[in-house]
């Protein structure tokens, strides 16, 4: 019986025994499963801690330092506690406020700022909002060529995007170009809707060989490809280098002029009363009577679309000859270089000073263009006054002829563009 008992408590013994090293054996298959685990959890800490998958515009993330040449910023949307969190480039230039953030590295810069839903609403749409208000859709007049390609979304359809083209002068007299990209990118911020808004500018002349790496990281952040065409700048910058545009363009009194390249306003002779303004122009602001280029212009109480161009004529000439009596008046018709308006060729002369010219009726404003002076028009006058009429522009038409599909604005000719003419004095 002793013998008996003995084998009993060993049998016990050691099947309790077995017992732990089944549950440890069977333990060690859930193992693998319990590591997995805590690696999903490590995984999730650094994600918050930065050191996770890359952010993306409207996404906030801690701390994260993944990026070589972004560094994040905040945008405050509104009067409240929002924030959104944005990734700039690590550079020298950063300039930031309530809404608004800036920086310029590597020959790139990108200027963002916060926009309220609703005024995106009201312009129609993201695209809408661009073409409309824009800073891309703007003419920019100092630029030898300006260009703006359609507004397009991405393909998630949360961002409306454009790109543009331009050549700009250097205070040296030589040339450089501009790859833009604007964008308005929707997001949500403590549930409520705001929009991004973003320029961002390539600049051919600050470019260096990191600049293709700050790209790509912008175009993993904001979900879109960046413009920038390395070879066209080089090149359109170099051309307009060589061969610098005969014109240039000035914004008067509601319109767009063109007047030669090197010339501008004589404050000496230029006057401004609200009701009759004169702007001449000379070379480096220096006119003379015989060299010069003269534009009026006013605003009108009413359109001129009312009256037949003959009874408008009639109109015009008894006015003119009102006005300045024992003037000679001469005026003709002509095809307006303004949709909707009305164009008259006018000559004034007294004695041997003589006024030649073009007035030009908006819907409300007009303006003229002309030389006056002793003696006989030189022919480079006469090209220059000619010139200045058939490229005249309304503003408002400037700017919309930019939106919508691929153009080069025209507003600075070179060569024999210049001599394009469609009435001769």
Do not use: H
């Not at 009993?8 to 499963?33: L, Q």
């Not at 997001?187 to 600049?211: A, M, P, Q, R």
């Not at 220096?286 to 605003?299: F, G």
């Not at 599909?405 to 000719?413: E, H, N, P």
């Amino acid at each position: 019986m002793k013998g008996n008992r003995e084998s009993m408590t060993i049998f016990k013994r050691n099947r309790a025994k077995n017992v732990r090293t089944k549950e440890w054996t069977a333990g060690a298959g859930r193992r693998p499963k319990l590591l997995a685990v805590m690696v999903l959890c490590i995984a999730a800490v650094m994600l918050i801690s930065g050191c996770g998958k890359p952010p993306t515009l409207g996404t906030t993330v801690k701390d994260y330092d993944g990026f070589k040449y972004l560094s994040d910023a905040t945008l405050k949307p509104g009067s409240g506690d929002e924030e959104i969190q944005v990734f700039i480039p690590k550079g020298s230039s950063e300039y930031s406020s309530t809404n608004y953030v800036s920086s310029t590295a590597k020959g790139v810069s990108i200027t963002l700022k916060t926009v309220n839903s609703s005024l995106v609403d009201n312009a129609g749409g993201a695209k809408e909002y661009i073409q409309k208000y824009g800073t891309i859709s703007s003419p920019n007049l100092s630029a030898a060529v300006d260009e703006m390609n359609s507004v397009k979304k991405t393909k998630d359809e949360n961002s409306a995007y454009a790109t543009g083209f331009q050549v700009l002068k250097k205070y040296d007299n030589s040339y450089y170009s501009v790859c833009i990209t604007e964008f308005l990118s929707k997001i949500e911020v403590e549930k409520k809707e705001y929009y991004v808004s973003g320029v961002v500018k390539v600049n051919s002349d600050s470019t260096g060989d990191d600049t293709g790496g700050l790209l790509e990281e912008m175009k993993s952040y904001y979900g879109m490809k960046m413009y920038w065409d390395k070879e066209k700048a080089k090149e359109e910058a170099d051309k307009y280098t060589k061969n610098p545009p005969e014109y240039t363009r000035q914004y008067i009194g509601g319109f767009v002029v063109q007047i030669p390249t090197g010339w501008a306003k004589d404050n000496a002779y230029s006057k401004s009363s609200g009701s009759a303004n004169v702007a001449v122009f000379g070379p480096n602001g220096k006119a003379t009577e015989a060299d010069n280029l003269m534009a009026a212009y006013s605003m009108i109480s009413g359109g001129t679309g009312d009256y037949s161009s003959s009874d408008f004529e009639r109109q015009l000439k008894a006015y003119l000859n009102r006005a300045y009596n024992g003037v000679t008046v001469k005026t003709a018709a002509v095809d307006s270089p303004i949709d909707g308006g009305k164009a008259y060729k006018v000559k004034l002369t007294k004695g041997n000073v003589s006024l030649n010219g073009y007035l030009v009726f908006g819907k409300y404003s007009m303006i003229m263009v002309y030389n006056a002076g002793t003696g006989q028009m030189s022919s480079k006058t006469k090209e220059r006054v000619e010139n200045m009429f058939n490229t005249l522009q309304d503003y408002s038409a400037a700017k919309n002829s930019k939106s919508g599909s691929t153009t080069k604005t025209g507003g600075i000719i070179s060569g024999n563009d210049a001599t394009s003419e469609r009435w001769t004095l």
